[in-house]
């Protein structure tokens, strides 16, 4: 199991920035895929940024130039810094882990296996 807590959620005007952070424990940290996955009501999980083990990075086209997807070794923490919210971006948003390099495969959110329990952003316009 690799336990995964995400923190920093919240609301926000749109045009404003929010940070995200997931611990991960139970695992060696580096060795870890990680990705940051979003639901919105009605819709599907939808990949937004992912990080590899190697730092290799994928953005979803919806929130590059927006979204920073970043890792702590130090502090077996993944970060998602969001500037330039829209209203769009609101959702329930997930992070995830799994034990394999991922590659080309980061968003894809069948390729995971570990789920924290979320944390919602709302944006208002």
């Known amino acids: 199991q690799v336990p995964l807590v995400e923190s920093g959620g919240g609301s926000v005007q749109a045009g404003g920035s929010l940070r995200l952070s997931c611990a991960a424990s139970?695992?060696?940290?580096?060795?870890?895929?990680m990705a940051w996955f979003r639901q919105a009501p009605g819709k599907e999980r939808e990949g937004v940024a992912a990080?590899?083990?190697?730092?290799?990075?994928r953005y979803a086209d919806s929130v590059k130039g927006r979204f920073t997807i970043s890792r702590g070794n130090a502090k077996n923490t993944l970060y998602l810094q969001m500037n330039s919210l829209k209203a769009e971006d609101t959702a329930m948003y997930y992070c995830?882990?799994?034990?394999?390099?991922?590659?080309?495969?980061?968003?894809?959110?069948?390729?995971?296996?570990?789920w924290g329990q979320g944390t919602q952003v709302t944006v208002s316009s």
């Open positions: 995830a882990a799994d034990r394999r390099r991922l590659q080309w495969l980061l968003l894809n959110r069948d390729e995971y296996n570990y």
């Open positions: 139970g695992y060696t940290y580096s060795r870890l895929s």
């Open positions: 990080i590899d083990t190697d730092g290799y990075t």
